[in-house]
Nanobody, 113 residues
Framework: QVQLVESGGGSVQPGGSLRLSCAPP????????TGWYRQPPGKERELIAS?????TAWYDGGVKGRFILSRDNANLYLQMNNLKPDDTAMYYC?????????WGQGTQVTVSL
């Protein structure tokens, strides 16, 4: 079992920024895939950013150019810039380990005036 803990969510006005963090119990380099999902209110959970090697990342078209996925040995990050009301969602860190996916409990991001 891999327990992930997200932090950094909150409320922000449109155009603002937030940085989410995720602390897994093992070195980041132990995981085949790392990234972030989000689940907007009333919608399905969706993948928004993912990386296998940490140097190149895939982004959903809705966040590309505004969100940046990064990581160090101990943590996974999501820098979110120019936030929009449509970015309001619960954000989940995820990793794959021994072929299985794991998600954290989530951190809420709310973008409103």
């Amino acid at each position: 079992q891999v327990q992930l803990v997200e932090s950094g969510g909150g409320s922000v006005q449109p155009g603002g920024s937030l940085r989410l963090s995720c602390a897994p119990p093992l070195s980041i380099f132990r995981f085949a895939l790392t990234g972030w999902y989000r689940q907007p209110p009333g919608k399905e959970r969706e993948l928004i950013a993912s990386t296998a090697d940490g140097s190149t990342a895939w982004y959903d078209g809705g966040v590309k150019g505004r969100f940046i996925l990064s990581r160090d040995n101990a943590n996974l990050y999501l820098q979110m810039n120019n936030l929009k009301p449509d970015d309001t969602a619960m954000y989940y860190c995820y990793v794959t380990f021994n072929g299985k996916p794991y998600w954290g409990q989530g951190t809420q991001v709310t973008v409103s005036l």
